[in-house]
């Protein structure tokens, strides 16, 4: 049975298998169905990818890879075929336009190769298209290209050497390749088989990336044993058709339903641009396909409550499963509008699930309502000192879970930040616990906010600002706003005689990205989820949102000489109100 089996390599080989015609994936667009990927198809072009890395391309097992592909059959393929390989696969996501954040991620992983979409539209390409060349290998007759491959070369990152390009037509510039990625790995020839298992199951298969209070991501590695223990323990997805358009290099995207159970999901091709970008238009897709479950975020279950406040849908899913927000009783009207139930979680990347519980009324649906801790995991509210508070204290959120990550990779100090004396995980969330173990989250401590499900640190957007010619000093400080979430605001001191304005400003921060124009956390959290754009022509991303910027003549201080970001909270608020 697969749940006896150790390595992700096993698994997917088993349900190649025992289930080689069942539609796992359907992947779709705005216009309908794109294509249907089966067991059979995963293990049969996973295994041929596999073969082109480790025989063709060069790499060996250990080596890391990062995946810039957005959500396709492509990007499920890869990510499979880089497991099987015997690699380690790191998602390459790529906001601001010189490479920051993706340059630092590549070089803690020590990343040797990175999986690239050929298109004008994909940001870590248009990053990448600089330093790529045609890679070649010696032959009979000199040297012969090989297809489907470049070479690297850059100083940003000098141990990432090579590029698989991934496309679906012929392609001229920079390099030249014949036919599409699917093509080349179909036309591979059989037999091919990968002595099993490559890989034992402590080795790690997968790091996923978290934010960092520095503004660049924390890397959290994971096992073959820890993924499938993780894909086992939580049955939500085992049946009937589950919708989620979270990315396959997020935790919260990752196929572990397909690993523990061979269970179907449904979700956007966002290779080429045409996937359904509105709620309304999801909800479509989603009848179309006959989903019975599906995965929102809560702003777009609030978007389609109002949509279907006076015009009841024509049907109604099993259940809504959401996460990555404080949670709040208006989504209580969901309940027999939506859905017959709610499934409310909290989870983090380097604890895993944490919380869960089923809300079926609305009286159990109130404001910043969690879940209860799931079977082997604690959870402990402290104050500042680190000591434990009575049940409804609000206060910092530790976890001790059986999956709470051992360490950073390649980040010692990071990881011991991360942890108490007593190995109680600290979370960077406040929350508090009721007298029936119910918890509840209110967000984020510190200066770090929310923007859709993304942990955003006012670290981030400083460094970015502080690239402009006319800042001489800046801070960035989280707000509370009306709706009782946080938003950062900017507070500036411009070069003396450097004309800068609030706009000026505003338009420098927003063209560092390649995302450019998202206008709200909405918005912003739609396009980091589905690399989607308002203009076509433009790469894909999204920009963090600044609620404000506040130009000043010199930053408030304490008496030790550091930054007061208490006034500075205050002028920032009293900026916003006006």
């Known amino acids: 049975m697969a749940d006896a089996l150790q390595t992700i390599q096993e698994v997917i080989r088993f349900w190649g298998k025992e289930k080689p015609n069942a539609e796992v994936f359907t992947f779709v667009n705005k216009h309908g169905r794109v294509g249907v990927c089966t067991p059979r198809d995963i293990w049969d072009h996973s295994l041929r990818f596999a073969s082109l890395l480790r025989q063709t391309y060069g790499f060996a097992a250990g080596d890391v890879i990062a995946n810039g592909l957005p959500n396709s059959p492509e990007r499920l393929i890869t990510d499979m075929g880089i497991i099987l390989a015997g690699c380690i696969m790191v998602n390459c996501q790529v906001l601001e336009k010189d490479g920051s954040d993706f340059w ?3 070089c803690v992983a ?10 004008d539209t994909s940001a870590p390409y248009c990053l990448f298209r600089q330093f790529l060349s045609q890679a070649s290998t010696s032959g009979t007759t000199g040297l012969q290209p090989i297809e489907g491959l470049a070479q690297v070369t850059t100083s940003h990152a000098p141990e990432l050497t090579k590029a698989i390009l991934v496309n679906r037509s012929r392609t001229e510039e920079p390099i030249q390749i014949q036919g599409s990625f699917m093509d080349r790995t179909r036309a591979i020839e059989e037999p091919i088989e990968l002595p099993l298992p490559l890989s034992r199951p402590d080795d ?24 499938l223990d993780a894909a086992r323990s939580f049955q939500g997805g085992k049946d009937g058709r589950y919708f989620s358009d979270r990315p396959f290099g997020w935790m919260g995207g990752f196929p572990f339903d397909f690993l523990a159970y061979c ?19 999801i909800w479509a897709v989603i009848g179309r396909e006959n989903c019975t479950a599906a995965a929102m975020v809560p702003g777009t279950i609030h978007e389609l409550i109002r949509h279907f406040e006076n015009e009841r849908p024509e049907f109604v899913l099993s259940a809504i499963v959401t996460s990555g927000q404080p949670l709040r009783e208006s989504l209580s009207k969901a309940l027999g509008l939506l859905t017959h139930a709610m499934v409310a979680a909290y989870s983090s990347t380097e604890a895993g699930m944490v919380c869960a519980s089923v809300v079926t009324s609305a009286h159990q649906m109130v404001d910043f309502f969690s879940g209860r801790p799931i079977p082997g995991v604690q959870v402990k509210i402290v104050d500042e000192d680190g000591v434990e508070l009575p049940h409804g204290k609000d206060g910092q959120v530790l976890v001790k879970s059986i999956r709470n990550l051992q360490s950073y990779y390649r980040q010692p100090e990071e990881t011991k930040a991360l942890f108490q004396t007593d190995g109680w995980l600290k979370t960077g969330d406040r929350g508090w616990l009721d007298q029936a173990g119910n918890f509840y989250c209110l967000g984020r401590t510190g200066d770090a906010v929310l923007q859709g499900s993304v942990v955003i640190y ?4 400083e460094g970015i600002l502080s690239k402009s010619p006319d800042v001489a000093q800046v801070s960035v400080v989280a707000v509370p706003t009306a709706s009782k979430e946080k938003a950062l605001c900017a507070c500036v001191v411009p070069v003396e005689g450097s004309g800068l304005t609030e706009e000026k400003l505003m338009k420098f921060y927003k063209d560092s990205f390649f995302g450019g124009g998202a206008s709200s956390s909405a918005e912003a959290e739609a396009e980091l989820a589905s690399n989607s754009a308002a203009s076509p022509k433009q790469p894909r991303g999204f920009v963090i949102e600044l609620k404000k910027i506040v130009l000043l003549d010199e ?8 930054v007061n970001k208490k006034e500075l909270v205050s002028v920032a608020s009293s900026a916003i109100a006006e």
């Open 104 to 106: 630092n991620t590549a």
């Open 110 to 119: 020590q990343c040797k190769g990175v999986v690239l979409a050929v298109s």
């Open 204 to 227: 790690i298969v997968v790091l996923f990336a978290t934010s960092g209070s520095s503004g660049f991501c924390k890397l959290i590695p994971r096992t073959h044993r820890e993924i």
């Open 263 to 281: 269970s179907v999901r449904v979700l956007q091709d966002q290779f080429a641009g045409e996937e359904a970008s509105s709620c309304n238009d």
């Open 458 to 461: 006012s670290s981030w957007p």
């Open 555 to 562: 930053l408030p201080k304490t008496l030790t000489g550091k």
